[in-house]
């Protein structure tokens, strides 16, 4: 059994939000978890370093935060290119958040875990924005309504 998702959305109306179309609220979940745990793991993180390094490295962590915040807001609006960006900076950061984060283990259990948590989000968050298709008819929705 397949699931269609709606392809004919109506306007939105002004401060209304989705339609109560369950697949599409479902979409607007799992967005909102994704997009939450990679921002949620970038936080984690800058904490993290301040806690452990006693702040030497927060500067690179907090542009980082930023820029993640940045792609994101555009991929909740429906941005597919900054899905894109998104998702592959996320796999390239993840990838070497992982590295980092078995030799942390060694340094410091609390940056390696840290490190792995961080890791772990991305990826996560990258595979579920790719592949549901609730949050590919969620995005879609939110780029025909968008003001």
């Keep these: 059994m397949s699931v269609v998702p709606p392809m004919q959305f109506a306007p939105r109306q002004a401060g209304g939000g989705p339609p109560d179309d ?8 799992l967005t909102m978890i ?6 949620g793991a970038d936080l984690l993180s800058v904490l993290a370093t301040v806690v452990v390094l006693g702040g030497a490295g927060v500067f690179s962590g907090l542009i980082r935060l930023a820029i993640v915040a940045g792609l994101a807001y555009a991929t909740w609006r429906g941005n597919n290119v900054a899905k894109w ?3 592959v900076l996320g796999f390239l950061g993840a990838l070497s958040a992982g590295l980092g984060g078995v030799m942390g283990l060694f340094i410091s259990p609390i940056v390696g875990i840290t490190s792995l948590i961080v890791a772990g989000a991305h990826i996560g968050g990258g595979i579920l ?3 549901s298709a609730p949050v590919t008819a969620y995005l879609g929705y939110q780029r025909q309504t968008v003001l």
């Design 22 to 29: 369950a697949f599409l609220v479902r979409g607007r979940q």
């Design 34 to 39: 994704s997009l939450g745990a990679m921002l």
């Design 85 to 87: 960006i998104l998702v």
């Design 129 to 131: 924005l790719l592949t």
